[in-house]
């Protein structure tokens, strides 16, 4: 009887000390202190994969993550070299009750499940020439590469999360025509395009062009999410709104363009953008008064003096927000593309800023709905790059483990793997 | 070069010759100049003449930004930590180095067990059992090394700055030695946990990705 007795004492107090372990929690710290930014997202997308739910602190040390205590969880931050903390359960409970205090700008998102990702982009591509596939190489996240046929043959479906990179989507090539014309690659991709839309049944690359875009506004109306970089941006909304107006000069497509294309851009069609005028120039590297700073103004743009600032959104009541916006710092070094930001005046009232260049006119980071899906655009090549150019070696993102221009596109990675809840506005 | 020569054939004298020709030849680059000062001092060391060869590395670690300061300081804190107390000792461990320069590994290694058998408390112990490892590993006695250093992993887990180096060459025992690749990879995760801020921290993050037939 007595070795009964001490037999269930010991078997209680052994499942007492396995719910103690299984209350043991992993803080993965993202303030200063954490080691490898970049890569600590990339160890909560491999635990969602995984199977593992992790719980998003908005706003605590930089929007930190924290997920039940696994040892394959703590080995793999130690060989991605991810700084991280094990907490005992009254520990995590502090760091919880912290966060959910009523007074304090923070919250709790639950992520939940591994996003499946997909990045457009064309047959051969460098990854250099893309910071987001090498955001995500880098972080080893997943992804899938779809092109023209894949995005009209229906494969969006298939995936949770779409990323866009300085593509042209008004069919002018990039605009590349008056630099590069005698240009071999430039040459190749031009031939490439034309016999990609022939294939498609399309007559032009333009055409074709805006089908692909129409059929990507459809996926994020019926719940995608898209986040587009540099030119994919600006060039996606006037593909949209120039649906039936030919903008493209003869050296594009063959044909002068609409003598009044410019009247026909139907705004409602777009995302993010209004009231905006095409540039009717073919040889200028620029497509409209969208960007700002225009292209051709990138010269006296001074490295030194351009940071943009990232807004506050309440954690409790502006989730989504807060997520694309979390960061150790919140004023980020700024950098140039083909589209380097966004004209504030020409945005949608619908659109919530997430981030402007503070004095000017120019915002560098957007975030809306679109049906029931939602879209991110994020003005710039390449945040570690200040002015990337045709040719420029890749950014080895190992000398940039902390970049927080980085982390953006990165937030918009983890931001579909987040549980719904009730908005409370 | 010659010098260094001479000290692998262990003929120290004609070594010493020629180390002091660099150290006063007028067109001696500085490093060079330190570099011979340093091997000199070396010798001294082998010798058990502490005292001089402390005065010689004092000469090279006041300039901090020389190249041979570092190797220097080590050496010196080295005699500093050793001579005062365990001086028998130290000469011991100096004479199996001297050894071990010449390739003499499995003379060396007798010598150096002896110091740790006869000096359990001198803190030159755990140097001895790192290098009765890596002369070990060096003449193929794998079983061997990798049991050095999983004693001087036990036995000197609270006082050694050894510690890391150890358990980066034990992986490496399991990883090519012994052909152990689950073990070499729990080791270098251990180094990862015990010592995350090692220099040594990025090669074990590779040689793990390595052994999990990653590409990164």
Redesign the interface.
């Known amino acids: 009887m007595k070795r009964a007795r001490c037999v269930a004492i010991t078997l209680l107090l052994l499942l007492q000390g396995a719910h103690a372990h299984a209350q043991e929690k992993i803080l993965i710290p993202m303030d200063l202190s954490q080691t490898d930014h970049l890569k600590a997202y990339g160890i909560a997308y491999m635990a969602l994969s995984r199977g593992l739910e992790i719980d998003w602190l908005l706003n605590f040390r930089g929007g930190s993550f924290m997920l039940d205590a696994h040892d394959f969880v ?2 793999e931050c ?4 991810v ?1 991280f903390i094990r907490e005992s359960a009254a520990a995590s409970a502090s760091v919880y009750a912290e966060v959910q205090r009523e007074d304090n700008n923070m919250d709790v998102v639950r992520l939940e499940k591994a996003p499946r990702v997909a990045v457009y982009v064309p047959p051969g591509f460098q990854p250099w020439d893309d910071a987001v596939t090498l955001a995500l190489d880098y972080a ?1 996240i997943k992804y899938d590469k779809l092109w023209d046929d894949e995005v009209l043959g229906g494969k969006l479906a298939d995936y949770d999360w779409l990323h866009l990179h300085h593509e042209d989507f008004t069919g002018q090539y990039g605009k590349f025509y008056a630099s590069f014309a005698g240009a071999a690659w430039y040459q190749a991709q031009v031939a490439q395009l034309e016999q990609e839309a022939r294939k498609l049944g399309f007559k032009k690359v333009s055409e074709l062009k805006k089908a692909v875009a129409r059929t990507i506004a459809r996926y994020i109306g019926a719940g995608g999410f898209m986040f587009g970089m540099c030119s994919a941006t600006d060039t996606f909304d006037i593909a949209l709104a120039a649906e039936h107006a030919d903008i493209c000069d003869a050296m594009y497509d063959g044909d002068p363009p609409d003598p009044d294309f410019q009247q026909k851009l139907d705004y409602s069609k777009t995302l993010a953008f209004t009231g905006f005028t095409v540039e009717k120039n073919p040889l200028r590297y620029e497509y409209s008064d969208i960007d700002e700073p225009p292209s051709d103004m990138l010269g006296i743009q001074n490295p030194e003096t351009d940071y943009f600032t990232l807004f506050e959104f309440s954690a409790k009541f502006d989730p989504v927000p807060t997520m694309l916006t979390q960061n150790h710092v919140n004023v980020i070094k700024g950098f140039m593309g083909q589209t380097t930001g966004f004209r504030k005046s020409l945005i949608k009232a619908s659109v919530t800023i997430l981030a402007e260049k503070q004095g000017t006119d120019g915002v560098k980071y957007l975030h809306g709905n679109y049906g029931r899906g939602t879209f991110t655009y994020y003005g710039g090549h390449d945040p570690e790059d200040y002015q990337h150019a045709v040719g420029n070696p890749p950014t080895d993102l190992s000398l940039h483990k902390n970049s927080p221009g980085y982390r953006l596109i990165l937030n918009n990675i983890l931001f579909p793997a987040a549980r719904k809840k009730q908005q409370k506005t | 070069m010659m010098g260094k020569i001479h000290v692998a054939r262990g003929d120290t004298a004609k070594a010493e010759g020629c180390f002091k020709t660099v150290v006063a030849a007028p067109d001696a680059l500085p490093d060079e100049r330190d570099e011979a000062v340093f091997r000199l001092a070396e010798i001294d060391y082998f010798a058990g003449r502490f005292d001089s060869a402390l005065q010689k590395l004092g000469g090279i670690a006041v300039n901090l930004k020389a190249d041979y300061a570092n190797d220097a300081l080590r050496l010196g804190a080295f005699l500093q930590e050793n001579a005062g107390t365990v001086p028998e000792a130290l000469k011991q461990f100096g004479a199996a180095e001297f050894l071990a320069r010449q390739e003499k590994n499995t003379e060396a290694v007798p010598v150096l067990l002896s110091v740790i058998q006869s000096y359990p408390q001198a803190p030159l112990v755990d140097d001895a059992l790192m290098m009765v490892g890596t002369l070990q590993a060096s003449a193929g006695l794998f079983r061997e090394a990798a049991a050095s250093y999983e004693r001087l992993l036990a036995e000197f887990k609270e006082s050694s700055i050894e510690l890391d180096r150890a358990e980066f060459n034990l992986a490496e025992v399991y990883q090519y030695g012994t052909h152990e690749p689950a073990k070499a990879q729990a080791t270098y995760e251990r180094l990862l946990a015990d010592h995350p801020k090692s220099i040594l921290a990025g090669r074990a993050r590779q040689r793990i990705r390595q052994l999990r037939g990653e590409s990164l």
């Not at chain 1, 130690?78 to 070299?81: D, S, Y």
Request: overall charge neutral.
């Open positions: 703590a080995t130690l060989v991605r070299g700084a080893e």
